[in-house]
């Protein structure tokens, strides 16, 4: 099958919903499955140089919303190409172009909500959560009822939906996200990652990787940490992942005030060996989010052996 994934960004910065397009390239490609990505982000984006599959990029995309003059059009003209398009995400621009672009051209449009639909964002964003339930009245609703499917990564995140925004009509399905086994050499992996912060060698440390975000619960981690952290000296934790809304200078001062901005490692966003080798060397992998509706770093840490401590708000608490 030639399979178009339509996205807001390519970038691996994104997370779970990039990544799980890449790990699926690298399992189907080679059953003779061609995959090819549109998305919103400018056509000289850094990232998009040695990207592991062909993406079109029709940005640069206007406000908040994502919204680009080029994604309908582009769809309209390539769309006999494909067998299928998966839409990833809602909310934003890339939904609602595609089902305005594929209508009436029999090529069927998926849709995976990636978390969006899950009611914790009443209490964590209560004013970005007034606005959306307007928006789906008026606009959103009609996107996912006209889906062929709704694609949920688990049984734990299509529960919650259905409990969200109402009316909510769908045929759904689980389609959880493909994570491959660990590429590369562990130790070489592990050497690189240590000698990158050789304060991590001695005694042990914990891993946080996802993105620094307050719906990953990074707060809650590092207040934990320092009350545990007096009473096992050798312990570290290693802070790991990009920081998109700016919030790590207001952590480095929480762990400046709790007395143990000395004992946090704040890696920037790891890739590669590197990422693989701090699965590898971490003594546990922690992921506090209040909301996550799969956690694909969960499922990569525990594909390394790494014990895990995460939340009920995780949704493959129950799997796990």
Partial sequence: MNILHVINSSN???????????QAHLALHQAG???EIVCLDQPDAAWLQNFPLSVHATG?????????????????AHAARFDCAIVHGVWRHPSLAVRRALRG???PFFLYTHGMLDPAF???FPVRHAIKSLWW???????VRDARAVFFTCEEERRLAHESFKPLECRDALVPYCVGEPPGDPEVQKQAFLQRFPQLRAGRFILFLSRIHPKKGCDLLIRAFAEAAAG?????LAMAGPDPVGWADELRNLAERLGVADRITWTGMLSGDLKWG????ADVFVLPSHQENFGIAVVEALSCGVPVLTTDRVNIWREI
């Fill in 137 to 143: 009245k008026t606009i959103e609703y009609r996107v």
């Fill in 278 to 281: 701090a699965f590898r060397s």
């Fill in 122 to 124: 009443r209490t964590l």
């Fill in 60 to 76: 640069p995309a206007l406000s908040r919303y994502r919204y680009s003059p080029r994604l309908v059009p582009w769809i309209r």
């Fill in 105 to 107: 051209t029999g090529v």
């Fill in 12 to 22: 691996p910065a994104g997370g779970g919903p990039i990544e799980s397009i890449v």
């Fill in 33 to 35: 499955h061609r995959f």
């Fill in 232 to 236: 096992t000296p050798d312990t570290r």
